[in-house]
């Protein structure tokens, strides 16, 4: 398994603002992924955080939305930026142990934000 | 068509019951199967993979059936501390797809 672990637990943010949200996990891993859970929805893969180079966006998901760095192969971050009610929700970091194919996923405790 | 569906509950089942959910996926080559379980607020841990002959971790087993597209877990002897959310998940070209997830509660 992998520890991960991400801060903030949870906040409380204000229309228009941005929060940046840090994953760092115990060793290295070469795949890292940002998801987002809505209440009572499964997750949606926003992202795979790519080290040293722009992450990849999936569908519906864009940089200047949700900008992501990766500067090596333990830490990353997500910002939510210029928040509306609508971005309320848990983010999740993840982690792919194994082989790509074949690995499993493990997930950090996420960060539950809620946007007023 | 969704890439993983689910039943999503939720079932009720009285302790010591046996429960099985089924998941169905669209993509044919897919490569890689799982159940995980999530806990009310909660992140998603694994339970196990699934592997094409079936396997079984003590009261859980897991089977997969390539020519029909469907995943199953069967929970056993069911207990209160079974009661989550479970989520069948699908690894298809290197992105793992999560089904919405079948709400089990298991009452005393």
């Known amino acids: 398994s992998a520890v991960i ?24 891993v070469t795949m890292m992924f940002w998801y987002r859970q809505q ?29 992501i760095s ?11 930026s210029n928040m509306s009610p609508e971005d309320s929700s848990i983010y999740l970091c993840s982690v792919l142990r194994g082989e790509y ?9 996420g960060s539950r934000l809620t946007v007023l | 068509r969704k890439e993983v569906e689910q039943d999503p509950g939720p079932f009720n089942v ?25 806990d009310c607020r909660k992140e998603p841990k694994l339970l196990m993979s699934v592997y094409s002959s ?3 971790d003590g009261r859980f087993t897991a089977q997969l059936n ?3 597209q469907y995943i199953s877990l069967l929970i056993r002897d069911s207990k209160l501390s079974d ?17 919405s997830g079948t709400k089990l509660n298991v009452k005393p």
């Not at chain 1, 903030?8 to 996990?25: A, E, H, K």
């Not at chain 1, 040293?52 to 200047?64: L, R």
């Not at chain 1, 990766?70 to 997500?78: I, K, Q, Y």
Request: glycine share 8%; aromatic share 14%.
């Open chain 2, 54 to 56: 079936g396997n079984e």
């Open chain 2, 14 to 38: 009285p302790e010591g019951a046996t429960v099985a959910f089924n998941c169905t996926y669209s993509n044919s080559a897919s490569q890689s199967f799982f159940w995980y379980r999530q």
């Open chain 2, 83 to 99: 009661s989550a959310t479970y989520l069948c998940v699908v690894l298809n070209f290197n992105k793992f797809y999560f089904g």
């Open chain 1, 70 to 80: 990766r500067p090596n192969l333990t830490f990353s971050t997500l910002t939510v």
């Open chain 1, 39 to 67: 209440p009572g929805q499964s997750l949606t893969l926003i992202a795979t955080a790519n080290q040293g180079s722009e992450a990849t966006y999936e569908s519906g998901f864009v940089i200047d939305k949700f900008p």
């Open chain 1, 101 to 109: 194919g074949t690995g499993e996923l493990f997930f950090g405790e």
């Open chain 2, 66 to 68: 390539r020519a029909s």
């Open chain 1, 5 to 28: 672990s991400q801060k903030p637990s949870r906040d409380i943010c204000q229309r228009g603002t941005s929060l940046t949200i840090q994953c760092q996990v115990d060793s290295q």
